[in-house]
């Protein structure tokens, strides 16, 4: 199976700074149909997951500005441009190029 | 609106059964992949299933094969999830979710325990 390994585990930002969390995986995530299948998710206190990010650097649909995704092959970043109080919570990376499709231990975002 | 809602869940003993279920509206059912994903309390999250559109195709993570049967009927608009021989480690909030478009369910709580 293909391991994500997300760092940090856990992030304090201050409101208004900047936020980045890496995603590493154990193989190339680039499909056979030349996507590269990488997700990103935000997972608030109570909540199911919500999907911010698909195919590396696509938004979802109502996602603000201020998150971004980059990265290719093995190596993936999510960035969030400046923090909000609405952004706590935990982010998933997620893989969906090799079955089983995997996800990242995630990272835990707090305000300082 | 894009509608999964999921039903079934609950206490069982190790070894029984249960049938989770996930009612679609809103979307095209019958016209979408469909997955069971499931996160144990406190910790990640592990996509345990996935169904074509017309069901001929299923796959299953290692740990749930021969054990779990993925389904739908799509002129009920409800896939369905079928566990037999549940453990401890099953122990888990289970979500209906359509992969390529996001839409995830709010998930439905099964507890494996004596």
Same mark, same amino acid.
């Given at each position: 199976?293909?391991?994500?390994? /997300?760092?940090?585990?856990?992030?304090?930002?201050?409101?208004?700074?900047?936020?980045?969390?890496?995603?590493?995986?154990?193989?190339?995530?680039?499909?056979?149909?030349?996507?590269?299948?990488?997700?990103?998710?935000?997972?608030?206190?109570?909540?199911?997951?919500?999907?911010?990010?698909?195919?590396?650097?696509?938004?979802?649909?109502?996602?603000?500005?201020?998150?971004?995704? +980059?990265?290719?092959?093995?190596?993936?970043?999510?960035?969030?441009?400046?923090?909000?109080?609405?952004?706590?919570?935990?982010?998933?990376?997620? /893989?969906? +190029?090799?079955?089983?499709?995997?996800?990242?231990?995630?990272?835990?975002?707090?305000?300082? | 609106?894009? *509608?999964?809602?999921?039903?079934?869940?609950?206490?069982?003993?190790?070894?029984?059964?249960?049938?989770?279920?996930?009612?679609?509206?809103?979307? $095209?059912?019958?016209?979408?992949?469909?997955?069971?994903?499931?996160?144990?309390?406190?910790?990640?999250?592990?996509?345990?299933?996935?169904?074509?559109?017309?069901?001929?195709?299923?796959?299953?993570?290692?740990?749930?094969?021969?054990?779990? $049967?993925?389904?739908?009927?799509?002129?009920?608009?409800?896939?369905?999830? *079928?566990?037999?021989?549940?453990?401890?480690?099953? $122990?888990?909030?289970?979500?209906?979710? *359509?992969?390529?478009?996001?839409?995830?369910?709010?998930?439905?709580?099964?507890?494996?325990?004596?």
């Amino acid at each position: 199976d293909v391991v994500m390994t /997300q760092s940090p585990l856990s992030l304090p930002v201050t409101l208004g700074q900047p936020a980045s969390i890496s995603c590493r995986s154990s193989q190339s995530l680039v499909y056979s149909d030349g996507n590269t299948n990488l997700n990103w998710f935000q997972q608030r206190p109570g909540q199911s997951p919500r999907r911010l990010i698909y195919k590396v650097s696509n938004r979802d649909s109502g996602v603000p500005d201020r998150f971004s995704g +980059s990265g290719s092959g093995t190596d993936f970043t999510l960035k969030i441009s400046r923090v909000e109080a609405e952004d706590v919570g935990v982010y998933f990376c997620m /893989q969906a +190029s090799h079955w089983p499709w995997t996800f990242g231990q995630g990272t835990k975002v707090e305000i300082k | 609106e894009v *509608q999964l809602v999921e039903s079934g869940g609950g206490l069982v003993q190790p070894g029984g059964s249960l049938r989770l279920s996930c009612a679609a509206s809103g979307f $095209t059912f019958s016209s979408h992949w469909m997955n069971w994903v499931r996160q144990a309390p406190g910790k990640g999250l592990e996509c345990v299933a996935r169904i074509n559109e017309d069901g001929g195709e299923k796959y299953y993570v290692d740990s749930v094969k021969g054990r779990f $049967t993925i389904s739908r009927d799509n002129a009920k608009n409800s896939l369905y999830l *079928q566990m037999n021989s549940l453990r401890a480690e099953d $122990t888990a909030v289970y979500y209906c979710i *359509q992969y390529s478009r996001g839409w995830w369910g709010q998930g439905t709580l099964v507890t494996v325990s004596s």
